[in-house]
């Protein structure tokens, strides 16, 4: 264990949590000495500090990986799955523990924090169950002459980039696939949030999984190290979650080496109302398509286009609903809606809402930045959005709802896919026949129907246009992390 950790004060954990960088099998500060101050949101205060990576320690952890690389892919599918399982198990004994470390870095509320914990787990979970299920075939060819053999094989090293909204589901979700299909990897969570990263990879240390297969790397200076690392010739998967441009930036630097990429990017939700829906289902699915981690998801809920008919009475309720939120510190139980991530937050959503109120949006909630200490903005709902607003084109990534009415099923769908981003969709409508033809028209990767919460780590998680490439979650996760491999056969 390194000398560096953190252990939060009046909380009582497993351990106290590493604040080095996991290289193999040590953790090792940066050798430049240099730190980086991690801040909760929710009083603007230092909560402690963590290394500072280089290029010369990025390429130590490829060193690391590559070094367990060879053991791991030849780990027998179902010690790597016992791995896994024990992982999950880990995770899961210390829920409480770390639900209140996210809360800490993060400012989300408890009950969400535990939401995501439980999520992150069911990764493990999940991919312990498909690690004895990477199936190969065997097809005899069209001339009958011989057969065609496919065997899926550890793609290589992974470097997996994760952002500070979900700190450990993020993770999990591309840590356990890559395991699962053999692979090693480097984690680089986001400066932001590191501390759930690094108690993760502790936990998982401490379930079995061997030295170098999992590293954590954390710098304040990503371009120079990533772009190392990805030009290192033994790292073979990029996977990213993060912005569309930076995933932009990503995808040049890997196309040096050709590397394959798996990119969850941007989104931009609607949330389609239709007249003929229950109005009370749709403002349940509305709080959480809008609230959950308070509006800082890529799968939130950025733009509500209601019927008219039914529009004034959504409007309504939905003002109810938010306005009886208790806005407070992440880590008090009370708290419904926690803090945004830092001060550049605050001021993205203040420019969004001023710009829609500009071009004649009524503020029907909130619409105000809370004057305390910490980052808050409170639960906001803006009406008569017109089009061209910049809030309708951006991730608000807030807890703010846009409100636009619309006339017909057309002009619904057609606002609903005028933007470059395709990652999820919500439809509430009592006619389901008429929900899956809508779920089908939207240029969406994942359509949630009189559902407010798309996520599940059973099913393929990705989107479409700008919103990404590939898939994470499901058995198409795994997959991501596989080479398909043709052997002809003679016969």
Same mark, same amino acid.
């Given at each position: 264990?390194?000398?560096?950790?953190?252990?939060?004060?009046?909380?009582?954990?497993?351990?106290?949590?590493?604040?080095?960088?996991?290289?193999?099998?040590?953790?090792?500060?940066?050798?430049?000495?240099?730190?980086?101050?991690?801040?909760?949101?929710?009083?603007?205060?230092?909560?402690?500090?963590?290394?500072?990576?280089?290029?010369?320690?990025?390429?130590?952890?490829?060193?690391?990986?590559?070094? #367990?690389?060879?053991?791991?892919?030849?780990?027998?599918?179902?010690?790597?799955?016992?791995?896994?399982? =024990?992982?999950?198990?880990?995770?899961?004994?210390?829920?409480?523990?770390?639900?209140?470390?996210?809360?800490?870095?993060?400012?989300?509320?408890?009950?969400?924090?535990?939401?995501?914990?439980?999520?992150? #787990?069911?990764?493990?979970?999940?991919?312990?169950? +498909?690690?004895?299920?990477?199936?190969?075939?065997?097809? %005899?060819?069209?001339?009958?002459?011989?057969?065609?053999?496919?065997?899926?094989?550890?793609?290589?090293?992974?470097?997996?980039?994760?952002?500070?909204?979900?700190?450990?589901?993020?993770?999990?979700?591309?840590?356990?696939?890559?395991?699962?299909?053999?692979?090693?990897?480097?984690?680089?969570?986001?400066?932001?949030?590191?501390?759930? =990263?690094?108690?993760?990879?502790?936990? *998982?240390?401490? =379930?079995?999984?061997?030295?170098?297969?999992?590293?954590?790397?954390?710098?304040?200076?990503?371009?120079?190290?990533?772009?190392?690392?990805?030009?290192?010739?033994?790292?073979?998967?990029?996977?990213?979650?993060?912005?569309? +441009?930076?995933?932009?930036?990503?995808?040049?630097?890997?196309?040096?080496?050709?590397?394959?990429?798996? *990119?969850?990017?941007?989104?931009?939700?609607?949330?389609?109302?239709?007249?003929? =829906?229950?109005?009370?289902?749709?403002?349940?699915?509305?709080?959480?398509?809008? %609230?959950?981690?308070?509006?800082?998801?890529?799968?939130?809920?950025?733009?509500?286009?209601?019927?008219?008919?039914?529009?004034?009475?959504?409007?309504?309720?939905?003002?109810?609903?938010?306005?009886?939120?208790?806005?407070?510190?992440?880590?008090?139980?009370?708290?419904?809606?926690?803090?945004?991530?830092?001060?550049?937050?605050?001021?993205?959503?203040?420019?969004?809402?001023?710009?829609?109120?500009?071009?004649?949006?009524?503020?029907?909630?909130?619409?105000?930045?809370?004057?305390?200490?910490?980052?808050?903005?409170?639960?906001?709902?803006?009406?008569?959005?017109?089009?061209?607003?910049?809030?309708?084109?951006?991730?608000?990534?807030?807890?703010?709802?846009?409100?636009?009415?619309?006339?017909?099923? !057309?002009?619904?769908?057609?606002?609903?896919?005028?933007? +470059?981003?395709?990652?999820? #969709?919500?439809?509430?409508?009592? !006619?389901?026949?008429?929900?899956?033809?809508?779920?089908?028209?939207?240029?969406?990767?994942?359509?949630?129907?009189?559902?407010?919460?798309?996520?599940?780590?059973?099913?393929?998680?990705?989107?479409?246009?700008?919103?990404?490439?590939?898939?994470?979650?499901?058995?198409?996760?795994?997959?991501?992390?596989? +080479?398909?491999?043709?052997?002809?056969?003679?016969?």
């Amino acid at each position: 264990m390194t000398a560096n950790s953190f252990a939060p004060t009046g909380q009582t954990g497993p351990f106290a949590i590493p604040t080095d960088l996991l290289i193999g099998e040590h953790w090792a500060p940066a050798a430049s000495g240099k730190r980086i101050d991690v801040v909760n949101p929710s009083s603007g205060e230092v909560l402690t500090s963590i290394a500072d990576g280089g290029v010369d320690e990025a390429i130590a952890t490829v060193d690391a990986a590559d070094a #367990a690389a060879a053991g791991w892919a030849a780990t027998p599918p179902r010690k790597r799955a016992e791995i896994l399982l =024990a992982c999950f198990h880990a995770m899961m004994a210390q829920q409480e523990w770390l639900a209140q470390i996210i809360s800490l870095e993060n400012g989300k509320a408890l009950t969400d924090a535990r939401g995501e914990v439980a999520y992150a #787990a069911e990764f493990f979970r999940w991919y312990a169950e +498909e690690a004895v299920r990477i199936n190969g075939e065997l097809t %005899m060819a069209p001339s009958g002459a011989n057969r065609i053999m496919v065997q899926y094989q550890p793609i290589g090293i992974a470097l997996l980039i994760t952002p500070w909204n979900f700190p450990a589901a993020m993770a999990t979700r591309k840590i356990a696939p890559a395991l699962a299909a053999g692979c090693t990897c480097i984690l680089k969570p986001a400066e932001e949030t590191p501390l759930t =990263a690094l108690a993760v990879a502790e936990i *998982m240390r401490r =379930a079995g999984v061997p030295a170098g297969v999992v590293n954590v790397f954390n710098t304040s200076d990503p371009g120079p190290a990533c772009s190392a690392m990805l030009h290192d010739p033994r790292v073979r998967k990029l996977s990213f979650t993060g912005s569309t +441009e930076v995933g932009r930036i990503l995808l040049r630097e890997a196309a040096d080496q050709v590397i394959s990429s798996s *990119m969850e990017l941007g989104g931009n939700a609607p949330f389609l109302v239709l007249d003929d =829906a229950d109005l009370d289902e749709a403002i349940e699915g509305a709080m959480v398509a809008k %609230m959950r981690n308070a509006g800082e998801a890529c799968t939130a809920a950025n733009r509500f286009y209601v019927q008219r008919g039914i529009h004034d009475a959504f409007v309504a309720k939905l003002c109810e609903r938010m306005g009886a939120l208790t806005v407070g510190a992440g880590t008090d139980a009370a708290t419904q809606c926690g803090a945004m991530i830092n001060q550049e937050s605050i001021d993205k959503i203040e420019r969004l809402v001023a710009d829609a109120v500009d071009r004649g949006a009524e503020i029907r909630l909130g619409g105000k930045t809370l004057d305390r200490p910490g980052f808050f903005y409170p639960p906001s709902v803006i009406a008569n959005v017109q089009p061209g607003s910049e809030i309708l084109g951006t991730e608000v990534f807030g807890p703010v709802a846009a409100v636009i009415a619309f006339d017909d099923v !057309d002009e619904a769908v057609a606002l609903a896919n005028a933007t +470059e981003y395709g990652l999820a #969709a919500y439809v509430y409508t009592g !006619d389901l026949k008429r929900g899956l033809q809508l779920a089908e028209r939207i240029e969406c990767g994942m359509v949630a129907v009189n559902r407010g919460l798309v996520s599940d780590a059973a099913a393929p998680f990705g989107g479409m246009k700008q919103s990404g490439l590939g898939r994470e979650g499901a058995h198409h996760g795994m997959l991501e992390y596989c +080479e398909a491999k043709y052997i002809a056969v003679s016969w």
